[in-house]
């Protein structure tokens, strides 16, 4: 197995010997000027040491890790000038590729200087408010065409507005407090660790320490829009210290020294869950800490980008390992790296109490009746929404969702590592679980650095085998390659659960509708409805498509009244009885329209309910492996 350590000599490894890193064969300096943030703008002077003159090639990473596509926001780089020894030197954009830039350099030239400005919010961007900002370094850094991610060394630099602190995976050149305020340096780094550690920083920062011992920490650095979005309740903390308790009682072993859950909170900042090595970069509302509907819905995103420094970054699909960020990304392999991470996360939310008793249960039952509903299904297997990721990203939008599958590859792989679960459970009589598998395939059997073990899918088959001989082949063939009209419901039942739906919701789906300011009517009348009427989406063969209203369509009246969430839910509930279908009038695009929709379905929500005298494997999973109240 091919092995390759990711961090040069800022790292000591002291307990066993991995091959060195390469020689850096490029050592650039990068200083960041943030003060400008505020206005949206980061600047930034690069020295790129040169081997020659001539015509020079630097390229601007394209594929993103990660994000596992082509979105290296390049259009939002501007204001590029290039000197040498202080003398403008001409550049030009590769006509066949718009990342690739050529310089003109003189023949004796030792050092090219380059100086640019990155534009937040103009093209991927978004990562700024006036209290706070997200620096993903590979916004603001170019390397030399050709040259290895790990092969190229950064040493960086940041100047804050004043009175900021940051907060970031690197590692200070000297410690944060012998620096001037608002300067910080790091020590130089390969570009992959620079690209791999994002730097928070904003006016209200908090960082709260989570866990030491043998050398290695973890904290959470919390930035907000004001002092009072980052008081954490002991609780809260309790929460976040028993996640790292329990990652280390699932994997056994760490693949980081010192680990950072940054987050913002922010409502202009939000919605971000990106993971790296010895952080991760998370955003969410910016009443998180405050709200409990709000913390309870993003129960999982902390134990989902943690479990990501095992699954994805240090555990990845060969595809995944690449020579540099111009070289396409293969992910043929996301249903392991994201799908196995989406079902660690929802059982580690609830090992850990960050999400509420029951919640596993009934996520599993949103996501089955979810990805059950799609008639995209007929066409497409799973497979194919992980492959296509780029394109599947953006089929999020409402035209067309259900009939062409979104990034199915999360919680459809998530319902199918549930059913691994199960199966192994049972086979073995309790004795062995998917716990196994984690330990022995992500934890490694052995603390490490940062660094890249890759694997391919006849490494996962066999590591399963090896807990439990089963036709794992088999089992991922029909699952991931072939069509299959049905999402894994066999980890549901094994559980001892069965899925149903009900009239009315459960406190989660009542705690989203509220979130959302809308009511979920995917599984009666085929779409959720905002509380202004806006129909999210429809679904082909379900009564709002079939009647002809169209998604983004504004519900106006309902039965000759007005419409409101309650009298569309009344008005539902009364067709069971009267058997009359829903007169609807909406606004499509302009056009006043009036139609029929029949239906007597009445509401439906998605539910597992226990089934009586069947053992409770879904409670056997998510009870925590370490003592409740000790951290
Ligand atoms: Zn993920």
């Not at 002291?14 to 200083?31: D, I, N």
């Not at 249960?361 to 995209?376: I, K, M, N, R, V």
Request: charge should be negative; proline fraction near 7%; include cysteine.
């Amino acid at each position: 197995m091919k092995i390759r350590a990711l961090i040069g000599a800022a790292f000591v490894v002291a307990a066993f010997c991995w091959p060195g890193p390469a020689r850096a064969a490029v050592s650039e300096t990068l200083s960041v000027d943030a003060t400008d943030v505020p206005t949206q703008v980061w600047h930034a002077r690069l020295r790129v040491p040169l081997a020659h003159g001539g015509d020079t090639v630097l390229v601007y990473p394209k594929w993103i890790p990660g994000a596992h596509g082509p979105v290296g926001p390049v259009a939002s780089l501007g204001s590029l000038r290039a000197t040498v020894d202080d003398k403008a030197v001409p550049w030009e954009r590769d006509a066949n590729d718009v990342y690739a830039f050529h310089f003109a350099v003189p023949a004796d030239a030792t050092e090219l200087d380059l100086r640019y400005d990155f534009f937040e919010g103009s093209a991927g961007g978004g990562n700024i408010t006036g209290q706070l900002a997200v620096l993903d370094w590979n916004e603001v850094v170019f390397y030399p065409q050709g040259a290895g991610i790990r092969d190229v060394t950064v040493s960086a630099d940041i100047t804050l507005p004043a009175g900021w602190t940051s907060a970031t995976a690197l590692p200070p050149v000297r410690p944060i407090g012998t620096l001037p305020a608002g300067h910080v340096a790091f020590a130089p780094v390969t570009l992959e660790t620079l690209v791999d550690s994002p730097l928070y920083c904003g006016a209200h920062g908090r960082a709260y320490p989570l866990a030491s011992g043998n050398g290695m920490t973890s904290e959470i650095d919390v930035y907000g829009e004001t002092d009072a979005d980052i008081d954490a309740t002991p609780d809260q903390i309790s929460h976040w210290k028993r996640l790292v308790a329990e990652a280390d009682a699932l994997y056994g072993y760490r693949h980081w020294q010192h680990y950072h859950f940054l987050l913002t909170l922010s409502d202009v900042e939000s919605g971000r869950g990106l993971e790296h090595h010895s952080s991760s970069a998370n955003g969410t509302r910016e009443r998180y800490l405050r709200d409990p509907d709000i913390y309870a819905l993003n129960s999982d995103l902390l134990p989902h980008e943690f479990t990501h420094s095992w699954n994805g970054k240090f555990r990845r699909p060969a595809g995944l390992d690449v020579h540099d960020y111009q070289q396409p990304m293969v992910d043929d392999g996301l249903w392991v790296y994201e799908g196995m991470t989406q079902y660690w996360g929802i059982v580690l939310a609830q090992r850990s109490g960050l999400s509420d008793p029951g919640e596993f249960q009934q996520t599993l039952a949103s996501y089955y009746a979810a990805l059950d509903a799609e008639p995209g299904r007929r066409a497409r297997p799973l497979l194919d929404t992980a492959v296509a990721q780029g394109l599947t990203r953006a089929a999020q939008s409402p035209s067309g969702r259900f009939a062409r599958r979104g990034e199915d590859y999360y919680n459809e792989s998530a319902l199918m590592w549930l059913d691994a679960d199960t199966l192994i459970r049972t086979h073995t009589h309790g004795k062995k679980s998917l716990d196994d598998f984690a330990r022995a395939f992500l934890g490694y059997g052995r603390n490490t650095p940062p660094m890249v073990v890759p694997y391919t899918r006849a490494d996962v088959i066999a590591a399963l085998d090896r807990v439990d001989h089963e036709d794992w082949a088999g089992f991922f063939r029909t699952r991931v390659d072939e069509i299959a009209l049905h999402p894994p419901l066999a980890g549901i039942t094994r559980g001892g659960w069965r899925f149903i739906y009900t009239a009315t919701p459960n406190r989660f789906q009542q705690m989203r509708e509220r979130a959302n300011n809308s009511v979920d009517m995917t599984y009666s009348l085929g779409s959720s409805i905002g509380a202004d009427g806006t129909v999210a989406y429809t679904i082909e063969g379900l009564p709002l498509a079939r009647a002809g209203v169209p998604p983004g369509a504004k519900l106006l009246a309902i039965d000759g009244e007005a419409f409101s969430i309650e009298r569309l839910r009344i008005a539902v509930d009364a067709a069971v009885h009267d058997g009359k279908p829903i007169g609807v009038i909406y606004d499509d695009l302009g056009t006043i329209v009036t139609t029929n929709v029949p239906y007597r379905g009445g509401q439906r929500y998605p539910q597992l309910v226990r089934v009586p005298g069947t053992r409770d494997l879904l409670a056997a999973i998510t009870a925590p492996k370490t003592p409740v109240g000790v951290h």
